[in-house]
């Protein structure tokens, strides 16, 4: 699907001499894919995400930052271990060289690929959560498909316990004063595509996403459901929706 004012395109100019003064960063792609997605993807699949993980390194390196892929190649020892790494290297090092040079452009500028691996049913609208940003090109769309994975729909469970112990952990500030869980926790907003944008955590309010990552949850799209004594966060989708 081609979003309004999103394409890929072929560097050139300006941004290319800007990128050339770093490292190679195409030598740095297929060891980034070999940790961001499965080599038995089909090609098409690993070439589109070569073009997305070139547009983040790039737009990264336009911008300024320096040497933004070392980091990757300290990973080299580490990944070259692992069973059939030199077969899987060598399909992504393929799909890098078939789609040398592509980006995807917003109006006119390289932008980020950015990506998860499964949305609710349906994606996030980067307009709605960054009005203000370069991120108004992530428009929400449907994906009824993706809720047919086997892992679209996963609960988490925490006993109340261990659950005050993570919190009071992360978040010392918080004060816990009522009497009822489900009156100290709760869901305050959604986002358009269920997402949820705010959770309520005794005195403090919470991001959506950083309370996610924070209990290490599948999604942010969750329900949170109280079962004889515990906590369960029922997550629809993998990873953070956007994309």
């Known amino acids: 699907m081609c979003l309004p004012l999103l394409m890929t395109r072929i560097m050139s100019g300006k941004e290319s001499v800007i990128i050339n003064k770093q490292m190679d960063l195409e030598k740095v792609l297929p060891l980034i894919m070999c940790q961001t997605i499965p080599g038995d993807y089909e090609d098409e699949m690993l070439k589109a995400q070569a073009v997305l993980e070139r547009s983040s390194l790039y737009y990264l390196a336009a911008n300024g930052e320096k040497n933004v892929g070392d980091k990757y190649l300290d990973t ?114 959604r986002d358009s595509s269920g997402y949820v944008m705010e959770v309520q955590v005794g005195n403090v309010t919470l991001p959506g996403e950083e309370f996610r990552k924070m209990l290490d949850l599948s999604s942010s799209n969750f329900e949170i459901q109280f079962i004889d004594g515990s906590i369960r966060f029922l997550c629809s989708g993998v990873g953070h929706g956007f994309g």
């Not at 078939?98 to 499964?118: A, M, Q, S």
């Not at 992360?170 to 305050?188: A, D, H, Q, T």
Request: proline letters at 2%.
């Open 76 to 189: 080299y020892y580490e990944l070259s271990q692992k069973r059939n790494f030199q077969r899987i290297y060598e399909k992504m090092e393929q799909a890098v060289k078939e789609t040398k040079g592509k980006v995807l452009r917003y109006d006119g500028k390289i932008c980020r690929g950015i990506y998860h691996k499964v949305s609710a049913g349906q994606t996030r609208d980067g307009e709605d959560i960054f009005p203000s940003s370069s991120l108004k090109y992530l428009q929400s769309v449907e994906s009824e498909m993706d809720l047919s994975y086997e892992s679209a729909t996963k609960g988490f469970y925490f006993t109340v316990d261990a659950w005050n112990q993570r919190m009071k952990e992360k978040y010392p500030e918080i004060i816990f004063e009522k009497n009822s869980l489900s009156e100290e926790l709760y869901i305050v907003d």
